[in-house]
């Protein structure tokens, strides 16, 4: 007799989908693959659209139509309500009995962690931070960008490094070689000509992401500016894990912070040994480590949470997606 499938989680970011259906005792019996997940670009419907081609096809391989629960780990839902909306889309496309939805941030701090209880500080192209305990209880933040409060992330971390350049140059500001290393890094000589070339798109706006590791090259070498940046990257980052920490009551407990997004996952001396200082005066009883799991086992140990399933199972999806 075949295994049953009970989980379908999905793992849905800005620039790809990762799903994968799950059997009752942890064995994955498929995964596949999608496009990104932008319903603020394309709408809640055609953005649902991309994640029925990557279901379809995990379903065709493991030869179902329908699982138990859907476990669903979505950028873009930043809000509860955005959350129900998303969940209502997904319980019309019958992929399974049971929906939940959450913003992808928990599915990072789900893989990294072996029941559900820590807090995870996510900083990628932005910055979100979740929390949770096993009775269900969560920390969050609206992490829409600058209305909601937040402040870093590698677009927001570009922008800083460039205003501080900018200012530089003209004299507004203190001098920093930032007015050097940014506009060099795209074959430039001044920023005046780095800002001429996104203004009038001669240079593609989307490159500013590619500013953000220029900008910790830069404070690496001293730069007393950009290290300044990076300092305040570093009390964020600990800032918002130790509201998350007070709000689930686990300041006093030992308590495991994941760092997870390509900014953290890039392990920059400064900014690792920033956080860690700043933890260990703020949260001493936080342990710090950084995320390398893929964060569709996240989305997957949430829905066998979900479905009641003891460790054995969970141990095993886990070694499934570890290397």
Same mark, same amino acid.
């Given at each position: 007799?075949?295994?049953?499938?009970?989980?379908?989680?999905?793992? %849905?970011?800005?620039?790809?989908?990762?799903?994968?259906?799950?059997?009752?005792?942890?064995?994955?019996?498929?995964?596949? &693959?999608?496009?990104?997940?932008?319903?603020?670009?394309?709408?809640?419907?055609?953005?649902?659209?991309?994640?029925?081609?990557?279901?379809?096809?995990?379903?065709?391989?493991?030869?179902?139509?329908?699982?138990?629960?859907?476990?669903? @780990?979505?950028?873009?839902?930043?809000?509860? !309500?955005?959350?129900?909306?998303?969940?209502?889309?997904?319980? +019309?496309?019958?992929?399974?009995?049971?929906?939940?939805?959450?913003?992808?941030?928990?599915?990072?701090?789900?893989?990294?962690? +072996?029941?559900?209880?820590?807090?995870?500080?996510? @900083? =990628?192209?932005?910055?979100? @931070?979740?929390?949770?305990?096993?009775? =269900?209880?969560?920390?969050?933040?609206?992490?829409?960008?600058?209305?909601?409060?937040?402040?870093? =992330?590698?677009? =927001?971390?570009?922008?800083?490094?460039?205003?501080?350049?900018?200012?530089?140059?003209?004299?507004?500001?203190? #001098?920093?070689? /930032?007015?050097?290393?940014?506009?060099?890094?795209?074959?430039?000589?001044?920023?005046? %000509?780095?800002?001429?070339?996104?203004?009038?798109?001669?240079?593609?706006?989307? &490159?500013?992401?590619?500013?953000? #590791?220029?900008?910790?090259?830069?404070?690496?070498?001293?730069?007393?500016?950009?290290?300044?940046?990076?300092?305040?990257?570093?009390?964020?980052? !600990?800032?918002?894990?130790?509201?998350?920490?007070?709000?689930?009551?686990?300041?006093?407990?030992?308590?495991?912070?994941?760092?997870?997004?390509? !900014?953290?996952?890039?392990?920059?001396?400064?900014?690792?040994?920033?956080? &860690?200082?700043?933890?260990?005066?703020?949260?001493?009883?936080?342990?710090?480590?950084?995320?390398?799991?893929? #964060? !569709?086992?996240? %989305?997957? /140990?949430?829905?066998?949470?979900?479905?009641?399933? #003891?460790?054995?199972?969970?141990?095993?999806?886990?070694?499934?997606?570890?290397?």
């Amino acid at each position: 007799m075949g295994l049953t499938a009970s989980v379908l989680a999905i793992d %849905a970011g800005n620039s790809k989908t990762d799903v994968a259906v799950v059997a009752a005792d942890g064995t994955v019996l498929a995964t596949a &693959r999608g496009g990104g997940f932008r319903p603020p670009a394309v709408g809640i419907e055609t953005a649902v659209d991309t994640l029925a081609r990557a279901v379809e096809e995990a379903y065709a391989t493991a030869g179902i139509t329908s699982v138990s629960h859907v476990s669903a @780990c979505l950028a873009n839902a930043d809000l509860p !309500v955005e959350e129900e909306q998303l969940a209502a889309a997904l319980h +019309a496309r019958a992929w399974g009995t049971t929906v939940e939805v959450r913003n992808d941030t928990f599915a990072i701090l789900r893989a990294g962690v +072996a029941e559900p209880r820590g807090v995870a500080v996510v @900083c =990628g192209a932005g910055i979100n @931070c979740v929390g949770m305990r096993p009775d =269900g209880r969560t920390a969050r933040f609206p992490a829409i960008g600058r209305i909601s409060g937040d402040w870093g =992330g590698g677009w =927001g971390l570009a922008e800083e490094a460039m205003w501080h350049a900018a200012r530089a140059e003209d004299g507004r500001g203190e #001098p920093t070689a /930032l007015a050097r290393t940014l506009p060099a890094h795209f074959g430039l000589d001044s920023m005046y %000509a780095l800002i001429e070339a996104l203004h009038l798109k001669t240079l593609d706006d989307h &490159r500013r992401h590619e500013l953000t #590791p220029v900008l910790f090259a830069t404070a690496a070498q001293g730069d007393p500016i950009a290290h300044s940046i990076v300092e305040r990257l570093a009390d964020e980052v !600990v800032t918002m894990a130790t509201v998350a920490l007070t709000r689930l009551d686990l300041l006093t407990e030992e308590t495991p912070v994941l760092l997870g997004g390509s !900014v953290l996952a890039a392990r920059h001396p400064q900014l690792d040994d920033g956080i &860690r200082d700043l933890l260990s005066t703020r949260a001493p009883k936080a342990t710090p480590q950084v995320v390398t799991a893929r #964060p !569709v086992l996240g %989305a997957a /140990l949430l829905g066998l949470d979900h479905v009641g399933a #003891p460790p054995g199972p969970q141990r095993r999806l886990r070694t499934h997606f570890t290397p």
